[in-house]
T-cell receptor, first 112, second 114 residues
Framework: TQLLEQSPQFLSIQEGENLTVYCNSSSVFSSLQWYRQEPGEGPVLLVTVVTGGEVKKLKRLTFQFGDARKDSSLHITAAQPGDTGLYLCAGGTQGGSEKLVFGKGTKLTVNP | DSGVTQTPKHLITATGQRVTLRCSPRSGDLSVYWYQQSLDQGLQFLIQYYNGEERAKGNILERFSAQQFPDLHSELNLSSLELGDSALYFC?????????????FGPGTRLTVL
């Protein structure tokens, strides 16, 4: 069974601070996706990384896929209250299947 | 708004009952996915349909079944409900095709089993 462990589980910071959340597995994934979910809504895709070592930037968010494609990180610079939400990572499995394996998420609260 | 619609938004029922959750994918999407999200298990993949055919199966209980109709909408049927089935159920859709295809999630159905 492929598992994705996310850490920390909860994170509460002040506006303007930087933060990094992690997504780790003992399994290799062909792709890694990051989603943000707000209360009462479905997850929304932020980014997909597919190449080991790949780094993608989305405004103040930086995503990195580990060289071995087993782990990933999300770094947020100068966090804002609008960044508050549940951040989920999801691994894409090989063999043509489109099943996604989700981590349990990091619940981020950015206080003004 | 992702373009994926789910009904109903909330459902309260009793143990032993049967319910049907409905999903309409984004226009043009052929794949529909069903997920269950609970506090302790996180978001769990249940099943995927592509153009009416079952394509992949995850942690779906035998008491649960799904289908995708010719108009591409999908229904998830949950029977002999137990307290532990209380969760958020999400439907997602995608164009379908190669691995890594973006999935767009609906707003979910919150099921409460009393």
């Amino acid at each position: 069974t492929q598992l994705l462990e996310q850490s920390p589980q909860f994170l509460s910071i002040q506006e303007g601070e930087n933060l990094t959340v992690y997504c780790n597995s003992s399994s290799v994934f062909s792709s890694l996706q990051w989603y943000r979910q707000e209360p009462g809504e479905g997850p929304v895709l932020l980014v997909t990384v597919v190449t080991g070592g790949e780094v993608k930037k989305l405004k103040r968010l930086t995503f990195q896929f580990g060289d071995a494609r087993k782990d990933s990180s999300l770094h947020i610079t100068a966090a804002q209250p609008g960044d508050t939400g549940l951040y989920l990572c999801a691994g894409g499995t090989q063999g043509g299947s489109e099943k996604l394996v989700f981590g349990k998420g990091t619940k981020l609260t950015v206080n003004p | 708004d992702s373009g994926v619609t789910q009904t109903p938004k909330h459902l309260i029922t009793a143990t032993g009952q049967r319910v049907t959750l409905r999903c309409s994918p984004r226009s043009g999407d052929l794949s529909v996915y069903w997920y269950q999200q609970s506090l302790d298990q996180g978001l769990q993949f249940l099943i995927q349909y592509y153009n009416g055919e079952e394509r992949a199966k995850g942690n779906i209980l035998e008491r649960f079944s799904a289908q995708q109709f010719p108009d591409l909408h999908s229904e998830l049927n949950l029977s002999s409900l137990e307290l532990g089935d209380s969760a958020l159920y999400f439907c997602a859709s995608s164009v379908g095709g190669p691995l890594g295809d973006e999935q767009f999630f609906g707003p979910g159905t919150r099921l409460t089993v009393l």
